[in-house]
């Protein structure tokens, strides 16, 4: 028997909500990171985990590849999905 799927939804502080699924992976929490390039410019990933310590070993990786592309500065959000019926 499949296994049942749900949409999961985060709502970032600055108001964009992003909806995954459907999907039956318990990912619990999504992050993003915004990387300002200068210019105005940027550039942003994101990805979903299955815990919060996932989620934050993302956040400690950013650093150095940061650097590396000569980001001015990156902002990174972690705020944990919210499960709903399909």
Excluded: C, N, Q
């Excluded at 799927?5 to 915004?34: C, E, N, Q």
């Excluded at 300002?36 to 934050?56: M, N």
């Excluded at 400690?60 to 944990?80: K, L």
């Amino acid at each position: 028997m499949a296994k049942k799927k749900y949409l999961l939804t985060a709502t970032l502080p600055d108001g964009y909500v992003k909806t995954i699924g459907p999907t039956a992976t318990p990912f619990t929490h999504y992050w993003r990171l915004v990387a300002h390039l200068g210019g105005g410019r940027t550039e942003v990933f994101w990805g979903h985990t299955k815990s919060l310590t996932e989620a934050r070993r993302k956040r400690a990786a950013a650093s150095d590849p940061g650097i590396a592309r000569g980001w001015d500065r990156y902002d990174f959000e972690i705020v944990e999905l919210v499960r709903s019926s399909d």
